[in-house]
């Protein structure tokens, strides 16, 4: 059972991971953009919802304290963590450009969330997405091999008898 809650977890951090890397798209376009600015902002706000949303599930799922073992853990409060950082530079666009102009708040944004930094995000992103390709390969190993053995003993068992 502790495979499924684990599987749960990864599954949701790989949601956060998947919306993140929507979230950070789709503010590149937003920052490249000119003319169809306040489309994209539109799509942002839509990446963000769900960005959210995923946020949200996943913290619920780490504070019902899951079986899960320390590095699905760990990967769930990067994500967490990634997700949040992203979600306030937005609320700071939001709460900074309240009433102005497409011109103010495109300064404001270009002040925020500068490129490297949008490039930092997603490569922390890539990095919680590796590392958790890796727990569960090697997770999916150790359960295959545990299960073949505990076969083998009760093809054993059987012959025993």
């Known amino acids: 059972m502790a495979e499924l809650a684990a599987l749960?977890?990864?599954?949701?951090?790989?949601?956060?991971?998947?919306?993140?890397?929507r979230f950070l798209t789709t503010l590149y376009q937003v920052r490249q953009s000119k003319n169809d600015f306040l489309n994209n902002l539109q799509s942002l706000h839509s990446s963000s919802s769900n960005l959210r949303d995923?946020?949200?599930?996943?913290?619920?799922i780490s504070l019902h304290g899951t079986s899960t073992d320390v590095a699905i853990s760990s990967l769930a409060k990067k994500s967490e963590a990634i997700a949040k950082e992203?979600?306030?530079?937005l609320k700071r666009i939001e709460e900074n450009s309240h009433g102005r102009k497409r011109d103010a708040v495109m300064k404001t944004w270009l002040i925020i969330l500068k490129e490297d930094k949008l490039k930092g995000?997603?490569?922390r992103l890539t990095e919680v997405k590796a590392d958790l390709t890796f727990y569960l390969s090697v997770n999916l190993r150790a359960t295959a091999r545990e299960t073949l053995e505990n076969q083998i003993q009760m093809?054993?068992?059987m012959r025993d008898m």
């Open 86 to 89: 992203m979600l306030d530079s």
């Open 121 to 123: 995000l997603e490569s």
């Open 8 to 21: 749960g977890v990864a599954a949701s951090v790989l949601q956060v991971v998947d919306y993140g890397t």
């Open 155 to 157: 093809l054993q068992e």
């Open 54 to 60: 995923a946020q949200h599930e996943l913290r619920a």
